[in-house]
């Protein structure tokens, strides 16, 4: 979850590795309820701001996110089966046209 402050760090054109380590710092001793301005790039207590972030709309996100993973990579394993099931049946109908034609008489 530390992609979203470092986005908005990256955007307010602020030192990211240097804003990031004070936000986990201020995490550590302050509490949680620091996060980033998004207008200044600047550390604050969002309590102050009246921002609140809860906890299930995090939640949701990440099981919608995962769910969306797992529905994407059954698709690709669905379409990837299909395909190889397309080159198995391509080789043997191959197969059978060629143990259909006549041999070519041998030359002399």
Known sequence: LKIIPKTLMQNCGVNTIRSMTTLT???ATDGATFGVDGETGEIVDMKQFGVWDT???KSQVLKTAIETAILLL???DI????????DID???MAGKFQSQQPA???EE
């Open 25 to 27: 710092a201020k995490h």
């Open 104 to 106: 070519e008489p041998a």
């Open 74 to 76: 059954r698709i690709d």
């Open 79 to 86: 379409v990837s089966g299909v395909k190889k099931q397309s």
């Open 55 to 57: 906890f299930q709309v």
């Open 90 to 92: 391509a080789e043997k």
